[in-house]
Every structure is written in C-alpha cells, then in structure tokens.
C-alpha cells in the first residue's frame, strides 16, 4: 500500500507561481513512476506531467515550458513547480504513483489562479 500527500496548493493571481509537493508514505520501494494529474468539476481527469526513478520526465503540451517536475527518491517526494499560471490551470491537482504496476493517488490539492 502506497498513501501519498499533496500539498501547495492555494490561490495565486495570473502569471505567478506555486510549487506543489507529494510524499509518499508505505511501501515506498515498489514505485516506479511519479506524477500529476489535475481536475476541472465536470471534466476528465488531464495528465499534466511524471518523472521516474531516473529523473526521466514527460509532460503534457499544456505545461511544457511553464511547469517542472522533480523527483527526490531520498524524501520520496515529488515537486511539481508551476511558473507563468493562467487562470485555466485552476484545478485539482492531484499526485499519482505506480507501484508494482498498480496506481494510486492523492486526494487532491486545489490551485486557483485569478486574473
């Protein structure tokens, strides 16, 4: 079993920045790939960005070039750092991890972002 913990999120006005950070806690070694993933209310859930052991990572067209993922496997942690926030990023943003080829999530944190 893998819980994680999302935190960072918050209110930002447009063009600012927030970091966001995911522990992971339980059997921590099986993990393979980290990542994010966000929410509008009444839409699907939309991949934004992962990162594996390596540090190898891939995004989504929406946030290359304004968003960054990180990995520390010391604190089992990943970051996601959000730069140049528009207010269509607002959303829940919520942190995944494959362990042993099952998936698991957090509840979420909540980004909004004014104009």
């Known amino acids: 079993q893998v819980h994680l913990v999302e935190s960072g999120g918050g209110l930002v006005q447009a063009g600012g920045s927030l970091r966001l950070s995911c522990a992971a806690f339980g059997s921590i070694f099986g993990i393979s790939v980290m990542g994010w993933h966000r929410q509008v209310t009444g839409k699907e859930r939309e991949f934004i960005a992962r990162?594996?052991?390596?540090?190898?990572?891939d995004y989504a067209d929406s946030a290359k070039g304004r968003f960054i993922i990180s990995r520390d496997n010391s604190k089992n942690t990943v970051y996601l750092q959000m730069n140049s926030l528009k207010p269509e990023d607002t959303a829940v943003y919520y942190c995944?991890?494959?362990?042993?080829?099952?998936?698991?999530w957090g509840n979420g944190t909540l980004v909004t972002v004014s104009s």
């Open positions: 995944n991890a494959n362990h042993l080829g099952s998936p698991y």
């Open positions: 990162v594996n052991r390596a540090g190898s990572t």
